[in-house]
């Protein structure tokens, strides 16, 4: 009976909490940027208002960092019972390139079913709906079921070091008996799913340095060194056509799949290949032979090339020998492989392919440890009902290839069991051009995350 009110109060009120995620998904909250500092600090004044005006939580407060604030909240009004700290980012990739949105990024637009605009479904749609799930439980139940402490992050885009600070400092205050987290995907439409690993990261900049100016390429071409085609020469030296990172001791620090585990991937590849295909608009997915789709998008390390700029790139013709040049590198990483190891043999491998007049230097940004979670966690198995009520449907486990550093954080300093549910689906455009979130999953988190609490 209290599922049917849950489930009667978010319809009724489905049209509020619409208008109430747009007004979040409008407020430019890109971390990376410094120009919009003062809307990641919006962003989270939007959510403590949320949490302390609709919800009602006992304790809510906006914690200042070194870098963006953090929201925590709690209230522990439920002595005896299990204890959950719900995890999200309100923080959001940049929108470049802008003239690729049908849309304005920043100005929410509901197209059919789907809600457009950046940071709609990464994160801001899942981490609200967790807000909105513990609203409906509070005006429909009148108390929470359990404990809930809640912390939102603003730094998920951009490195997370201001979250690492705060939970290895406070892991007191951040013990619980499971971590929530709504920041990953589904397998497809109308499947649900459950993630137990992630990639981790490291991402850096490659720079390279000649001339002390600009120079002219008709004077000095032929003559001169050029630090673009030395960073294009390093670049494919270190990823091959065959898809492999030629790092020297890379493969060596990966824990090897078990093979139960490598042929339900391949059995998962086919349903992931085409929906992959269809959501990137590919006609194929090259990547190294002998290992499934499934595998090499979530199981096996990448080396990805994101930005390269130096020289002239605007209109016309400047016929010049740039000076520097840079590019913009990540590496996924699986378990065994360490961010902080993977950057030192990066730099290390650089240096070696520096051709003669150039100087190479690699730039560490930032970088996070994946997570592989045991599948037999008890609150897992609650998860998995509380989704298999809601869409009526077994649920699919799945390994992810994006990474959620605190993840790996929560694992080694709380150790408390981690659920990660998926709402995202292949073609919500994460990180690219016309994000959009698919509103019957906004809806359908709101209720399975408040049949999850009420089941734990």
Known sequence: MSNTRIASYVEENAARFIDE???LVRIPSVSTLHEHKGDVRQAAEFLVAQLREQVGMNIV??????????VYAEHLGAPGKPTILIYGHYDVQPADPVELWRTPPFEPTVEGEDLRGRGAVDDKGPMFATIKALETLMRVEGALPVNVKVLIEGEEESG??????YVKAHPERLQADCVLVLDTGMVERGVPTISY??????????VARGASQDLHSGVYGGIAPNP????????????????RVNLPGLYEMMQPLAPKEQAALARQSKLQERELMTSGGLSVLPGEEGFSVAERAA???????HGIRGGFTGEGAKTVIPAEAT?????????????ETVLELLARRVRELASPGIALEVRPLHGGDGALLPLDSPVLKIAAAALEEEFGREVAFMREGGSIPVVALFDSVLHAPIVMLGFSLPDDNVHAPNEKFYLPNYYAAIRTVATFLKRL
């Open 228 to 243: 673009l085609q030395t960073l294009a020469w390093v670049l494919t030296d270190l990823k091959g056509r065959d898809s």
């Open 327 to 339: 590019a913009k590198v990540s590496l996924r990483l699986v378990p065994g492989q360490k961010p």
């Open 197 to 206: 690993g992630l990639r981790g990261i490291a991402y850096a900049e490659i």
């Open 160 to 165: 997370g070091e201001s979250i690492e600070a």
């Open 299 to 305: 199981a096996r390390p990448t080396f990805e090339v």
């Open 21 to 23: 995620l747009k007004a």
């Open 61 to 70: 407060e906006l914690v200042e960092t070194a870098g963006q604030p953090l």
